[in-house]
């Protein structure tokens, strides 16, 4: 297992702005994915990091919109750009971690709210 | 491409009473299956999961599931529910590839009544 953060927990953004969230982890991280939970709706996956590369972005989602950063084996961000309404969810950061094959685990999630 | 079909957004059982639920992949290789359990305004936690090996796979807080091939499931089960177990609970598929990302069910919330 591992202790896994998020910055911020929430926070209430105006239309247009960006909010980078953070994502910290305090073991070495292998495969970074982060994920998007909309208001009652499941997960999606928005893209998927591995350090030293460009992420990989899944179909609807592109990088200007999500810019990702993954600057160490333990630590992620990843900016949501010229916020709408629509971008208000729950975003999760999902690391596998090294020497844990098979799992995946789950930040806390940063609750964004776009007014 | 994979996906996951969770039946019924919401089940409704007595304290007591058994817990089921469904979930049904799709997949063109053998996957990787897993169950999260997600409490009100708190992130996921896995309950179990089905890698290789036993088909009946024993999770956290008296939870199990079995991997039917035939039937593509991997039903979640719990013989007697708690009210602490109202939840929403979700099913998930990865591919064995390279990228092991995650594919979610819709989700289905459990609601326990006394």
């Known amino acids: 297992s591992a202790v896994i953060s998020q910055k911020p927990s929430r926070d209430i953004c105006q239309r247009g702005t960006s909010l980078t969230i953070q994502c910290q982890v305090d073991?070495?991280?292998?495969?970074m994915f982060w994920y998007r939970q909309q208001p009652g709706q499941s997960l999606t996956l928005i893209a998927t990091?591995?350090?030293?590369?460009?992420?990989?972005?899944e179909s609807g989602f592109v990088i200007d919109k999500f810019p990702i950063s993954r600057p160490n084996l333990t630590f992620s961000t990843l900016t949501v750009s010229n916020m709408s309404p629509e971008d208000s969810s729950i975003y999760l950061c999902?690391?596998?971690?090294?020497?844990?094959?098979?799992?995946?685990?789950f930040g806390p999630g940063t609750r964004l709210t776009v007014l | 491409a994979q996906s996951v079909t969770q039946l019924g957004s919401h089940v409704s059982v007595s304290e007591g009473a058994l817990v089921l639920l469904r979930c049904n992949y799709s997949?063109?290789?053998?996957?990787?299956l897993f169950w999260y359990v997600q409490y009100p305004n708190q992130g996921l936690q896995l309950l179990l999961k089905?890698?290789?090996?036993?088909?009946l796979v024993k999770g956290i807080n008296g939870f199990e599931a079995e991997f039917k091939k035939s039937e593509t499931s991997f039903h979640l089960t719990k013989p007697s529910a708690h009210m602490s177990d109202a939840a929403e609970y979700f099913c998930?598929?990865?591919?064995?590839?390279?990228?092991?990302?995650?594919?979610f069910g819709s989700g289905t919330r459990l609601l326990v009544r006394p």
């Open positions: 990091a591995n350090q030293g590369s460009e992420a990989t972005y």
């Open positions: 997949s063109s290789v053998p996957p990787y």
């Open positions: 998930a598929v990865s591919d064995q590839g390279s990228s092991y990302k995650l594919i």
């Open positions: 999902s690391p596998r971690l090294a020497g844990v094959p098979n799992e995946q685990f």
């Open positions: 089905y890698t290789t090996g036993a088909t």
């Open positions: 073991s070495q991280v292998t495969m």
